[in-house]
């Protein structure tokens, strides 16, 4: 059985005692249901062939004290045929902190990229991008700390530092690794233009102690007091598909709406790119993992939006010493109608192709997918 992790158990405390206290504003309770019904599952896809439950979830956020805040987040899915649950967040954030710095600790989804920090209910797509289902699990969530500063500029731009275990991404490893296991470096640049305007650009940089063992490997090293059980237990967070030493990512958004109201009309455009260096010890400078995303998605009526993207994915399959190249593409069509804030239901249609060392690519896959939310959710981010 899983542990639940002793920040969970903080939080839970500290919200009974502010609700005992009897604080008006004090903690907001919300959740998620995601359903889906999928004609055929896609390679790295997230969501199992026929109708199941996606990523569904629970949460509470609020004050502890006059300084912190803190969110704890249950997760509940199938994959594999089995529903799955687990504590995906649990963290304490400072909220008074001087010179536009803040700080978190707990389990949270690291700031990498542009999607992994959004909860997926809130994507665009019913499925992520390649570049997160090979590179991060689909979302990548992990036990560490973070500390963020807001530089006093006229244009929105922050730089932050993460420190994580690490094994919620890379689970096995080559050789034994002390914690932490991966630290994180990521900047956003941000601004507007005009009142009808605004953009985004991100640069992450992940440096991994990780290395991941070869699958032919059964052994597995670990920090060894929680290795054993982390490499057995199947939950939550699957881990990565292909991962590194070096993941360098660079993301750009661009928002229009022609009337300056985004909820009547507004274009987003988004793009993704990552790349994986030094995947192995027997690894060279010709072995890299690269991604690419690319999504442009339109809401032409306060209540309907259309979507198109295109995904790639270029990879080095390690086979013992040497690598196999391995490559994957994948467009996607989609259409939501979002009766308001709180539901979406949304058709997507998605196709696989050019695959190589990939053995169940889908030419074609429907997906129709249902998301309710009810109760208080915190602001999404840009």
């Given at each position: 059985?899983k542990?639940?992790?002793?920040?969970?158990?903080?939080?839970?405390?500290?919200?009974?005692?502010?609700?005992?206290?009897?604080?008006?504003?004090?903690?907001?309770?919300?959740?998620?249901?995601?359903?889906t019904?999928?004609?055929?599952?896609?390679?790295?896809?997230?969501?199992?062939?026929?109708?199941?439950?996606g990523?569904s979830?629970?949460?509470?956020?609020?004050?502890?004290?006059p300084?912190?805040?803190?969110?704890?987040?249950?997760?509940?899915?199938?994959?594999d045929?089995?529903?799955?649950?687990?504590?995906?967040?649990?963290?304490?954030?400072?909220?008074?902190?001087?010179?536009?710095?803040?700080?978190?600790?707990?389990?949270?989804?690291?700031?990498?990229?542009?999607?992994?920090?959004q909860?997926?209910?809130?994507?665009?797509?019913?499925?992520r991008?390649?570049?997160?289902?090979?590179?991060?699990?689909g979302?990548?969530?992990?036990?560490?700390?973070r500390?963020?500063?807001?530089?006093?500029?006229?244009?929105?731009?922050?730089?932050?530092?993460?420190?994580?275990?690490?094994?919620?991404?890379?689970?096995?490893?080559?050789?034994?690794?002390?914690?932490p296991?991966?630290?994180?470096l990521?900047?956003?640049?941000?601004?507007?233009?005009?009142?009808?305007?605004s953009?985004?650009?991100?640069?992450?940089y992940?440096?991994?102690?990780?290395?991941?063992?070869?699958?032919?490997?059964h052994?597995?090293?670990?920090?060894g007091?929680?290795?054993?059980?982390?490499?057995?237990?199947?939950?939550?967070?699957h881990?990565?598909?292909?991962s590194?030493?070096n993941?360098?990512?660079?993301?750009?958004?661009?928002?229009?709406?022609?009337?300056g109201?985004?909820?009547?009309?507004?274009?987003?455009?988004?793009?993704?790119?990552?790349?994986i260096?030094?995947i192995?010890?027997?690894?060279?400078?010709?072995?890299?993992h690269?991604?690419?995303?690319?999504?442009?998605v339109?809401?032409?009526?306060?209540?309907?939006?259309?979507?198109?993207?295109?995904?790639?994915?270029t990879?080095?399959?390690?086979?013992?010493?040497?690598?196999?190249?391995?490559?994957?593409?994948?467009?996607?069509?989609m259409?939501?109608?979002?009766?308001?804030?709180?539901?979406a239901?949304?058709?997507?249609?998605?196709?696989?192709?050019?695959?190589?060392?990939?053995?169940?690519?889908?030419?074609?896959?429907?997906?129709?997918?249902?998301?309710?939310?009810f109760?208080?959710?915190g602001?999404?981010?840009?």
């Amino acid at each position: 059985m899983k542990k639940t992790p002793w920040i969970a158990t903080l939080l839970l405390l500290a919200s009974t005692t502010s609700l005992a206290q009897g604080k008006k504003d004090s903690w907001q309770f919300g959740g998620v249901l995601d359903i889906t019904h999928t004609t055929r599952a896609l390679e790295l896809g997230a969501r199992d062939q026929g109708l199941q439950l996606g990523h569904s979830d629970l949460s509470a956020t609020g004050p502890v004290g006059p300084w912190l805040r803190a969110y704890l987040g249950a997760v509940v899915e199938t994959h594999d045929g089995k529903l799955e649950k687990g504590i995906e967040e649990a963290f304490l954030e400072t909220t008074a902190l001087p010179y536009g710095l803040r700080a978190r600790a707990g389990r949270f989804a690291s700031q990498v990229g542009y999607l992994n920090q959004q909860h997926q209910h809130a994507d665009d797509f019913s499925e992520r991008p390649l570049l997160y289902r090979a590179f991060f699990g689909g979302h990548w969530n992990d036990d560490g700390v973070r500390l963020n500063m807001t530089l006093p500029t006229p244009f929105y731009w922050m730089v932050g530092g993460e420190a994580f275990r690490g094994k919620k991404l890379v689970p096995e490893t080559w050789d034994r690794v002390k914690n932490p296991g991966i630290a994180t470096l990521v900047t956003k640049f941000g601004g507007d233009l005009g009142r009808s305007q605004s953009w985004q650009l991100g640069l992450s940089y992940i440096k991994s102690r990780r290395v991941a063992a070869l699958e032919e490997e059964h052994e597995h090293h670990d920090d060894g007091d929680e290795g054993h059980e982390e490499g057995h237990e199947h939950e939550h967070g699957h881990g990565a598909a292909f991962s590194g030493r070096n993941t360098r990512m660079l993301d750009f958004t661009w928002k229009w709406a022609p009337s300056g109201n985004n909820r009547e009309q507004q274009v987003r455009v988004s793009f993704e790119t990552a790349r994986i260096t030094k995947i192995n010890p027997f690894s060279g400078k010709g072995d890299t993992h690269r991604a690419n995303a690319l999504s442009v998605v339109w809401r032409f009526h306060p209540s309907w939006e259309v979507g198109a993207r295109t995904d790639s994915l270029t990879v080095a399959m390690p086979h013992d010493d040497h690598f196999h190249k391995g490559r994957l593409r994948e467009d996607a069509l989609m259409l939501a109608w979002k009766p308001s804030h709180m539901q979406a239901l949304r058709l997507q249609y998605s196709r696989q192709r050019d695959a190589q060392e990939f053995e169940h690519p889908s030419k074609r896959t429907l997906q129709l997918q249902w998301v309710l939310a009810f109760g208080g959710h915190g602001a999404h981010s840009f």
